[in-house]
């Protein structure tokens, strides 16, 4: 896996322990107040979900707490 993959001007890097992509932006609130990441954020890492699963790699982008979004890789390709 390449150390960092530049999308859409963000910058997602590489966590090998736990094998996933990451990237933090600032934090959202939803109606509910729930946490969100920036919408361009969510919106490069659906991008880079995207281009992976093209490239033949099992992934899912989810997004958890303080602005992170992770494309986490589920299977390489073999």
């Known amino acids: 896996?390449?150390?960092y993959r530049r999308v859409n001007g963000?910058?997602?890097k590489f966590d090998k322990e736990n094998?996933?992509?990451e990237c933090r932006g600032e934090v959202h609130y939803d109606d509910d107040h729930d946490e969100q990441?920036?919408?361009e954020l969510w919106d490069a890492a659906m991008k880079l979900e995207g281009i992976m699963l093209s490239e033949g790699h099992l992934v899912e982008a989810n997004?958890?707490?303080k602005g992170w979004v992770e494309v986490?890789?589920?299977k390489n390709k073999e």
Request: hydrophobic share 35%; glycine share 6%; net charge negative.
């Open 19 to 21: 094998g996933m992509y």
């Open 1 to 3: 896996m390449e150390d």
């Open 37 to 39: 990441p920036e919408p």
């Open 10 to 12: 963000w910058s997602f």
């Open 72 to 74: 986490t890789i589920l």
């Open 63 to 65: 997004h958890s707490e």
